[in-house]
């Protein structure tokens, strides 16, 4: 049973954590005279804007979507509009549209109206403001070109044709393209060239593990801020000589790998690092930059998080990320010091009906360090409690210490939390990270019990309510835990998750493309390693599980496809085993529209009642 409670927390209503924000993702204008935000109309995300000097109150609604929403946006250099990118339904075919805040009644512009392609921004120069660069895969879905994009006219030039290896362009401080990243097998090669035209010259060539990363150029065109676990353990940031390819270390942390680079956009210095340790870690390389760390650490308990600046640089919209006050937001203007209060997205949380999240640490049976997080409900004694385990997606990314809405409803509802950053995660070293490769099922599976085994023995967890959840990758390691580990959960929740292996590499997106062998270098390939794909696939040993499932699913998903989640409902229904089945038909990898949102909690919470209290 659960712990004596002196005074559980009220619940919070679903709809408070999972329903559109009020506000959010506020954006200043490069001129500095009007901020852009996303507000709901009806109950879809769209793009508002105001007047700086007027406030948010007097803003005007400027895009009119009324099918999927709006998740983010930009201003143009100068001023002049507001672009976005918007699938359909989900299926991540983004194109590219303008909105023109001087005739906030007018349809937004397609200016990427290619059938089936998905464009992305590359650059918005600085020397070219009326312009875009962007990236379209057009031509063949399987590679992405680089364009020049008149934003007025809608005029493309076609920059660089993809010679079938690049995954990424490049764009100097003028605009111009003059690097790439390219995958060879499983190496990447650093291309670059001494002009905006000509052909490139490769640089330097990394292996998978050395995680390379391009960051920007320098202001006089001599190095590229770059990342690599070259010659070391954890990611480091370096200055890479655009004459001779050599690396030379600007700073490191021995054990995490290197987070976010902030970089001037105004003279391309550096101003500083982040390291994501168990929380983010600052370090400023220059003396304003750490003026304003020293200012804005002041202002507020919560990691800060830099959203967008004047042309000049000396306004900043901050927000802030915190377990029990999400996503606070100010206007900082850098010569005064003053950090003016913008609003909460989400004002009606109730800030102490939430609660906050303690780092983690415990040793694998291989002797790995793992890390996560762990967060419990308020007022209630860590005591025999029933558990939810959260298993994050990727499997190449991390949870971090911040607001997590599914994580605080969960706390709320009377859960214990814990989420693990095991093998295969980001941010700890190339060791950790490719610790992981092939060990899906395996290895990266035994993380997860061995988490489930350490809370019960701390004593906060039942062992006999213990449920597991996520999403993607956590969709599988949820059925893997069923399946290969059918003793350990109660239950689990599967939300958009790979059941076959066979089949899910297969049936990856074109464009991941040039990934397709670092693909089958993490996860095995489907020509020849069929044994291997099979024995870790949920579906094949869907016999063996015991424990109640619920799978949700969007329909138009092109990540995982929705046969992972029929054929795996299918299975269970021919053993007679226990499974609940969710699909949205206007959906993909993920639940974008509120009412989905709400559906699937809904259907989650009962679920997890029902089994676990």
């Given at each position: 049973m659960a712990g004596e409670a002196s005074k559980p927390a009220p619940p919070i209503p679903l709809k408070d954590f999972f329903d559109n924000p009020k506000i959010s993702s506020a954006a200043i204008s490069p001129d500095g005279k009007r901020l852009a935000f996303l507000a709901p109309t009806g109950n879809r995300l769209n793009v508002w804007v105001c007047d700086v000097a007027q406030g948010v109150d007097a803003a005007k609604v400027i895009t009119h979507d009324t099918q999927r929403g709006i998740v983010d946006f930009a201003w143009t250099r100068d001023?002049?509009?507001?672009l976005f990118e918007q699938d359909q339904g989900g299926d991540e075919n983004s194109h590219l549209f303008r909105a023109d805040p001087l005739d906030p009644d007018a349809k937004a512009v397609d200016l990427t109206p290619m059938a089936g392609a998905r464009a992305e921004i590359i650059d918005l120069p600085r020397e070219h403001p009326g312009e875009a660069v962007?990236?379209?895969?057009?031509?063949d879905k399987r590679y992405f070109d680089a364009y020049r994009l008149d934003l007025a006219s809608g005029k493309l030039a076609l920059l660089e044709k993809n010679p079938g290896d690049v995954d990424a362009w490049h764009a100097d401080t003028h605009g111009d393209i003059r690097a790439c990243t390219a995958q060879v097998g499983t190496k990447t090669e650093i291309r670059v060239?001494?002009?905006?035209?000509g052909p490139f010259r490769t640089l330097a060539t990394y292996s998978d593990e050395e995680s390379p990363s391009v960051h920007g150029f320098s202001a006089d065109g001599t190095f590229l801020y770059f990342s690599s676990a070259r010659d070391a353990n954890a990611e480091r940031l370096v200055k890479l000589d655009l004459k001779t390819g050599k690396e030379t270390v600007i700073d490191a942390d021995p054990n995490y790998d290197l987070g976010e680079v902030l970089i001037s956009d105004r003279t391309n210095q550096l101003l500083g690092v982040a390291y994501d340790r168990d929380r983010i870690v600052y370090k400023p390389f220059d003396k304003q930059f750490a003026r304003d760390l020293e200012i804005l650490g002041k202002v507020h308990d919560g990691e800060i998080l830099f959203r967008s600046s004047t042309d000049d640089e000396q306004k900043w919209i901050i927000a802030y990320n915190s377990p029990t006050d999400p996503g606070a937001t100010y206007l900082y203007d850098r010569a005064t010091g003053e950090a003016k209060f913008l609003y909460r997205p989400r004002p009606w949380l109730p800030r102490d009906g939430l609660v906050d999240m303690r780092p983690i640490s415990f040793p694998s049976e291989d002797g790995l360090t793992i890390h996560g997080y762990l967060t419990l409900p308020k007022n209630v004694t860590p005591k025999n409690l029933p558990a939810v385990l959260v298993v994050h997606g990727g499997p190449w990314a991390r949870d971090e210490w911040g607001y997590d809405p599914e994580v605080q409803f969960l706390a709320n509802r009377g859960f214990a939390v814990l989420q693990l950053n095991y093998r295969g995660s980001t941010?700890?070293?190339?060791?950790?990270?490719?610790?992981?490769n092939r060990e899906w099922g395996g290895k990266m599976l035994d993380d997860l019990t061995d988490g489930a085994d350490w809370i019960v023995k701390q004593g906060i967890a039942d062992k006999n309510r213990l449920g597991i959840y996520g999403g993607s990758y956590g969709g599988y390691a949820t059925l893997s835990a069923l399946a290969f580990r059918p003793k350990v959960f109660a239950c689990g929740v599967d939300y958009v998750g790979v059941s076959n292996l066979l089949t899910f590499m297969n049936t990856i997106p074109p464009y991941?493309?040039?990934?397709?062998?670092?693909?089958?270098?993490?996860?095995?390939?489907?020509?020849?390693d069929q044994a291997l794909l099979r024995s870790r696939s949920p579906l094949f040993a869907a016999d063996k599980i015991e424990a109640p499932l619920f799978v949700a699913q969007g329909y138009n998903d092109p990540r995982?496809?929705?046969a992972e989640a029929e054929q795996i409902v299918a299975a269970l229904k021919a053993n007679k085993k226990p499974v609940e089945y969710l699909v949205k038909m206007d959906e993909g990898h993920g639940f974008e529209n509120p009412e989905n949102r709400l559906d699937f909690y809904a259907k989650m919470e009962a679920f997890l009642e029902k089994h676990l209290l």
């Open positions: 001023s002049r509009y507001v962007v990236a379209i895969n057009g031509r060239r001494d002009a905006a035209t941010g700890y070293g190339k060791k950790f990270l490719n610790a992981g991941w493309d040039t990934f397709r062998e670092l693909m089958y270098k993490r996860v095995g390939n489907p020509k020849t995982v496809n929705h």
